[in-house]
């Protein structure tokens, strides 16, 4: 158990590509003393993980994607699906940035994740899932360096451009309780990070994670 005063950071996978048994696509577990717990990416296999972690699945929600290389949210359609009809009644929160245009923003992928899976969705109207089946998302304007994407309850979440292939990529940092963790997501070293990075208790790099696989997330 966390102390009231304290943060927590799990990795619940680390690797891009190709697939390992033993090692799911990326995505970070932030747990905080108050009880709030939120995800930073979402890629293939971390769900297994999380649920291996005893995190009920009603708490596996407030989603914050980096940007829309597949194995960033790959296990999100999987959750989206399931989750209404065992324990989640309430709409699944995903925070992601714009792109280029709209149809590279988080709005457009999560509509086409929608349709995608309209089959799946359609078929549990048979069961009580409540709200469980709708999607709040807040797309933030990748552009807007430092801007603030979550500001509740005493944590702030904020996010900055990075360069990575294509407009759209951006980095987070959450400050709660004079605490703070950084996840940069992909890309090159840059100055904004440096910048808004500084004083952080806790600063992870996509490569960093890389680097440091070998313990299996």
């Known amino acids: 158990c ?12 680390s690797n891009p590509f ?17 009880g709030h717990r939120f995800f930073f990416d979402f ?3 971390c769900l297994r993980n999380i649920i291996a972690m005893r995190v009920p699945i009603e708490a596996i929600n407030d989603i914050f994607i980096t940007h829309l290389h597949v194995d960033h949210f790959g296990d ?32 457009a992928m ?13 078929s549990i109207n048979i069961m009580p899932v409540g709200d469980g089946a709708e999607i709040e998302v807040n797309e933030f304007d990748w ?22 292939t294509k407009d759209g990529a951006s980095a987070y940092r959450l400050d709660w309780a004079g605490l703070s ?12 990070t440096i910048d808004f990075s500084q ?11 890389r680097l440091n696989s070998s313990h299996r997330t």
């Open 2 to 13: 966390l102390r009231s005063d304290e943060m927590r950071i799990s990795f619940m996978g």
């Open 143 to 164: 552009a807007d360096d430092n801007g603030l994407c979550y500001d509740a309850d005493g944590i702030q979440i904020r996010h900055w451009r990075r360069s990575h």
């Open 181 to 192: 963790f950084v996840w940069t997501g992909d890309g090159r070293p840059d100055e904004r």
């Open 76 to 107: 999100l359609p999987y959750l989206y699906t399931f989750a209404p009809h065992n324990g989640r009644y309430t709409p699944l929160r995903v925070t992601g940035p714009s792109g280029s245009a709209p149809e590279f923003g988080t709005k």
């Open 18 to 34: 190709p697939p390992r048994r033993r090692q799911a696509c990326t995505c970070i577990m932030v747990e905080l003393g108050d």
């Open 199 to 209: 004083g952080a208790d806790l600063f992870v790099d996509r490569k960093s994670t």
């Open 110 to 122: 999560i509509a086409g994740m929608k349709q995608m899976t309209a089959w799946n969705i359609d």
């Open 43 to 45: 890629g293939s296999g």
